[in-house]
């Protein structure tokens, strides 16, 4: 009680008496204001949108957030202040002493000296109600609205915080982010891949990356596709064996994981604790072991010998499908792993032949994790000129790919490379179960809502 009518007094002399002349307020994130070690009232400005207003005899608690953390900042404000325009969703500005709080619940709390409503919200109106839970289906229905949900702001600072990791794991190495392509004067078509673009670049630079939102007609509604997603892709050159470019591979996932762990903790445990309980032991597990390998011909000997019945018969020489994957996953003691040496019949032109008659496999390489099947796919390129010369002959595009060809007749050096589904990747990590929850505006067959 003492604190409270202390904390009243407070207030009241800075709404009822003239207060002097003081420089400037600093703007201050709300991140950056709860991370304030040993506040003692400087004065700072906070601007974000109301995520409660609760009011307690004459004292009035707000709590702001910008995006910038899961956690919001208290404000505590004279009741003078309160208006039916302080209402959930409403924007504001509030300035104020920032300082320690009386109350065990957050460090620090703003105590209000202005508070200027920026913009109304009609909190009947909008389609997002306080302290309710509600499903990612219905979310998925306001696009334009749903970030400002508590796990939508959570699951956008995960992708960009893992966006930054995959930035920071590439370029230490001097490795060269390649842009994408823009310039359309002859026919071209949207691609689902930077992979050539890449294997010309490596020519030059011996390891770069691209990342980006790639495209895919795929008439599915799935939880797995979407029409517009986004690309990690990489090429390695002087790259010989399959071994070294897992071993990129699982780097990339580990420190990438291991970084999101680190700097959004809050976010990552929203999504574990009340969309996928059990995830947070899921991906310790993934973590602290080493990824395994088996071959695709294993792999096929493995599904045929399950008591599981497939809706897909296993054989070799058929690729391998979403139920066949998560099922070597958890044939594997959920842990990743690689599939290796997939028939040549199955992969495309430019994967390196192993030379292993009858059989007839390529240098190819899948990762396949728990709960997603197929995170990871990538090759050995064929970097011999003959053997790619004959294939695209028997493929009918030696025409179209002379200029890839020219790559093999001028320094061609053995290389590889693979490609990561960004947003597959935020399921595996955050135990989402639909695609379309991890990206900011989801486009597939018959829906572009923005």
């Not at 001097?174 to 071209?188: A, G």
Request: glycine share 6%; charged share 25%; proline share 5%.
């Amino acid at each position: 009680m003492f604190g409270a009518r202390c904390l009243l007094r407070f207030l009241r002399s800075c709404s009822s008496a003239p207060c002097p002349r003081h420089k400037p307020s600093a703007k201050l994130s709300v991140r950056d204001a709860l991370g304030t070690q040993n506040a003692s009232g400087e004065r700072v400005k906070v601007q974000g949108w109301i995520r409660s207003v609760r009011s307690q005899k004459e004292i009035l608690f707000l709590h702001v957030n910008d995006g910038s953390s899961l956690e919001s900042l208290q404000v505590v404000a004279d009741s003078s202040f309160d208006s039916r325009e302080l209402a959930f969703g409403s924007s504001v500005e509030v300035q104020g002493q920032l300082v320690k709080s009386l109350s065990k619940r957050q460090n620090v709390e703003l105590k209000a000296e202005k508070i200027e409503v920026v913009g109304n919200c009609d909190a009947k109106a909008f389609p997002f109600k306080y302290k309710e839970r509600h499903p990612l289906e219905y979310l998925r229905q306001y696009p334009h609205l749903r970030c400002r949900t508590n796990v939508l702001g959570s699951i956008l600072r995960v992708r960009s915080e893992a966006t930054a990791a995959i930035h920071s794991f590439f370029q230490p190495s001097s490795k060269i982010k390649v842009p994408e392509e823009n310039f359309f004067n002859v026919p071209v078509f949207l691609t689902v891949s930077g992979q050539l673009h890449l294997e010309v670049m490596s020519g030059a630079f011996t390891q770069v990356f691209t990342f980006g939102p790639t495209f895919r007609a795929e008439n599915s509604q799935s939880r797995r596709h979407l029409a517009e997603f986004y690309m990690v892709e990489a090429e390695i050159s002087f790259l010989e064996s399959l071994q070294d470019l897992m071993q990129v591979v699982e780097g990339l996932f580990k420190t990438t994981t291991m970084t999101v762990l680190s700097n959004c903790p809050e976010d990552v445990e929203l999504c574990h604790k009340f969309i996928a309980p059990g995830q947070k032991d899921r991906l310790e597990h993934m973590l602290k072991n080493n990824f395994l390998i088996i071959s695709y011909t294993e792999a096929v000997e493995i599904l045929k010998q399950a008591s599981q019945n497939f809706t897909f018969t296993p054989e070799w020489g058929a690729d391998l499908h979403t139920e066949h994957e998560k099922y070597l996953v958890k044939h594997c003691g959920d842990i990743p792993v690689f599939v290796i040496n997939y028939p040549l019949a199955l992969k495309p032109f430019y994967m390196r032949d192993n030379e292993d008659s009858p059989q007839h496999t390529v240098a190819a390489v899948d990762l396949l994790v728990p709960g997603v099947g197929e995170l990871f796919g990538g090759s050995l390129r064929e970097e011999r000129y003959h053997f790619l010369e004959q294939r695209l002959a028997r493929s009918g595009l030696t025409e179209a790919y002379q200029w890839y060809l020219d790559l093999r007749r001028f320094g061609s050096v053995p290389h590889g490379g693979f490609g990561m589904g960004f947003e597959r990747y935020l399921q595996c990590i955050l135990g989402i179960d639909n695609i379309k929850d991890v990206i900011p505006f989801p486009r597939f067959t018959h829906s572009c809502l923005l």
